[in-house]
């Protein structure tokens, strides 16, 4: 049983194309993420939502439009990608946003390898 | 903003030597997670620290927060095959977002 799940696992696309990635979670956790890391390994925050509300929204391109329908999803919709976008994206989730306890945990997905050509 | 910088930023020691990574904040720190990656996969919650100068230990690793909560450090003794990946803390300052360090990749050989 896949506590965090994503689809799908690569992804390659034009560029110019609009791409959606979605990402599940079944450990019943209220906080999700999106994380974008890039070929040097670096693991950087772009969004999060708790209880289906944004609360994390870094500096990112508003061509990237994050979208949670329920607790237990959090989708990922890139419009117009570009050669820059080429990453690998994880979703996260943690049980709820705390001040340091152990629900702050983050789990993973594997990950999606997304490829602008 | 708030920077996070791990060193070395790449690792090689041979089977049963010991290896050590360090984490750098800009800013003050709530607490620290360590996570590891293994080639090809993704981040694996190892241990938070929340505590000044707290000491934490499972097997071979050794986890350190610094007194000024500003810094950490990771110690693996005697390293093995199975340690290879790469190690990142992530840290909290004031908000719920967590920043993840540079990263250290380690390699093992045999």
């Known amino acids: 049983d896949t506590a965090v799940s994503q689809t799908p696992k690569y992804l390659v696309t034009q560029m110019g194309n609009d791409k959606s990635i979605k990402c599940e979670q079944n450990?019943?956790?209220?906080?999700m993420y999106w994380y974008k890391q890039d070929s040097k390994k670096f693991l950087k925050i772009m969004f999060s939502?708790?209880?289906?509300?944004?609360?994390i929204n870094e500096t990112v391109p508003n061509r990237f439009s994050p979208k949670s329908p329920d607790k237990a999803h959090l989708n990922l919709h890139i419009n117009s990608l570009e050669l820059g976008d080429s990453a690998v994206y994880f979703c996260?989730?943690?049980?709820?946003?705390?001040?340091?306890?152990?629900?702050?945990?983050?789990?993973f997905g594997p990950g999606t390898r997304l490829t602008v050509l | 903003g708030q920077q996070v910088m791990q060193i070395p930023q790449y690792q090689h020691v041979q089977e049963g030597e010991d290896f050590t990574t360090y984490c750098n904040s800009s800013?003050?720190?709530?607490?620290i997670q360590w996570y590891k990656q293994r080639p090809g996969g993704h981040p694996v919650f190892l241990i938070q620290l929340v505590k000044s100068g707290e000491v934490k230990k499972q097997k071979r690793l050794t986890f350190q927060f610094g007194e000024a909560k500003k810094n950490s450090s990771l110690h693996i003794t005697a390293t093995q095959t199975t340690d290879v990946g790469t190690y990142f803390c992530?840290?909290?300052?004031?908000?719920?977002?967590?920043?993840f360090g540079t990263g250290t990749r380690l390699k093992v050989l045999a």
């Open positions: 939502y708790n209880n289906k509300e944004l609360i």
């Open positions: 996260a989730s943690s049980q709820r946003l705390t001040s340091g306890s152990s629900a702050d945990t983050q789990y």
């Open positions: 450990l019943g956790h209220d906080t």
């Open positions: 800013t003050t720190l709530s607490n």
């Open positions: 992530a840290g909290r300052s004031g908000t719920y977002k967590y920043i």
